[in-house]
């Protein structure tokens, strides 16, 4: 491995339960021998192991919450060591708050204190002779990644995946065009980044969030009387969980397959959907667990025979890119179900690796799963497809080596002994 490269990975809080793929990427290039450190914009989540994700929190460089002075002062440092740099630095800050159209007005003055937060991290990563920083999350993540690239005179790159994406999508063209590279999660990704800024497909690698399939073995579907089905995720509407209680209760009055969900996760719409469950027929079988964490996603999977997320695109316009959770659950072997999302189709494919409905089309989704319940058979075959498209694709030292590749293309590593 290139020993004199030292890459930064940053996220909006790094580590966190909610982005396993992010950290999962860091240790899966750690272990191919790539020097790997950490900040976070937000304070990291302490507590989340008793191993590698608490040493990676206690190590990760935070930017916000090391408080605003601390960022003052960080900033006045780098004008006094660096005055034209510094000041290169600030004007690009500047002209960007004011004339880029990828910013809304109300977010202008934002972007200047995500840039002087950007010389903070610049001042602080230099101390550990980063050589690239590569951001997961297109919005303030990247923003802030941008100038202390700038600042340090070292490349950057990024990975978007969704909300950073549509509703809180902030100098997309500016990070597309100034980029070493822009990891793409699919290839519909690819597909919208070229719409914004041509550069070759090279320069848009596809590269996958995967999950590690040597951790997750897959277990048998339980097949009982009841269709066991589970679902996880941020209680947001793109996630369609309204659509899934609303298909138990038609499933439970026409009495024509026995079936209990499970759903687990927290989020804005957790009172209107308790409100849904309460209001549910008594032989409708609904439970709302709340959060929980990875582990306890995975233990629940070996008693789901069906994972279910039917997936639409928001009034807000938000969508998700290719939840990372429905590659779990194929990864154990899972039959799954999800809205037909551009990105989504990426991952399944209907009828052969799972069940794609259209995005939040509630009959649809009701007549998958009486035909999945009365038909085991067919939910075991897709699962065992499932798994094999994870494999293939998916995996998550498939695309570790995919970053590694591309780092090497754009010179971010002068070598790499494969492993």
């Known amino acids: 491995m290139d020993e004199s490269a030292r890459i930064l990975y940053m996220s909006g809080t790094l580590p966190v339960r909610s982005e396993t793929f992010v950290y999962r990427e860091i240790l899966a290039l750690r272990s191919l021998g790539l020097d790997v ?11 989340l192991d008793e191993g590698v994700l608490d040493e990676m929190a206690a190590k990760t460089i935070e930017i916000y919450s090391s408080g605003k002075l601390q960022v003052g002062l960080d900033s006045l440092g780098e004008l006094c060591s660096r005055p034209v740099r510094t000041i290169g630095t600030v004007w690009r800050v500047g002209m960007d708050a004011l004339f880029s159209r990828d910013v809304l007005l109300k977010r202008r003055p934002k972007v200047l204190w995500q840039g002087f937060a950007g010389l903070a991290l610049a001042r602080r990563a230099r101390q550990v002779g980063i050589t690239h920083i590569h951001a997961h999350m297109a919005h ?3 923003t802030i990644a941008m100038y202390a690239s700038r600042q340090l005179g070292v490349s950057f790159s990024f990975t978007g995946h969704a909300i950073d994406l549509f509703p809180n999508r902030t100098m997309l063209a500016e990070k597309l065009h100034r980029a070493a590279f822009v990891n793409c999660i699919s290839h519909w990704h690819r597909r919208f980044y070229q719409s914004i800024h041509q550069r070759d497909d090279e320069e848009y690698p596809i590269v996958r969030c995967g999950v590690d399939t040597g951790k997750y073995p897959t277990t048998p579907a339980p097949g009982g009387d009841e269709l066991a089905v589970f679902s996880v995720g941020r209680l947001v509407e793109k996630k369609g969980f309204d659509v899934l209680i609303d298909a138990a209760r038609i499933l439970a009055e026409a009495g024509e397959t026995s079936m209990r969900v499970t759903i687990a996760g927290g989020g804005p719409e957790d009172e209107r959907l308790k409100e849904m469950v309460e209001a549910l027929p008594k032989d409708a079988k609904v439970e709302l667990i709340g959060e929980i964490d990875n582990d306890m996603v ?4 070996n008693n789901a025979d069906v994972f279910a997320l039917p997936c639409r695109v928001a009034r807000s316009g938000d ?5 990372v959770v429905l590659m779990e659950a194929m990864a154990r072997g899972r039959c799954v179900i999800s809205g037909g999302l551009e990105t989504i189709a990426e991952l399944i494919e209907d009828g052969v690796s799972g069940v794609m409905i259209p995005p939040g089309d509630l009959d649809h989704l009701v007549d998958s ?4 319940g009365n038909d085991r ?5 897709l699962g065992r497809a499932a798994r094999r498209r994870i494999e293939d694709e998916f995996d998550l030292h498939i695309n570790a080596k995919r970053i590694i590749q591309t780092m090497l293309a754009h010179g971010v590593l002068k070598q790499w002994d494969q492993q």
């Open 319 to 323: 969508r998700d890119g290719i939840p």
């Open 377 to 381: 058979g067919m939910v075991d075959d």
């Open 369 to 372: 799963l009486k035909k999945l």
């Open 298 to 301: 995975m233990e629940m999977m």
């Open 37 to 47: 450190r950490t900040a976070s914009v937000h304070a990291p989540v302490h507590g």
């Open 140 to 142: 303030v993540p990247t």
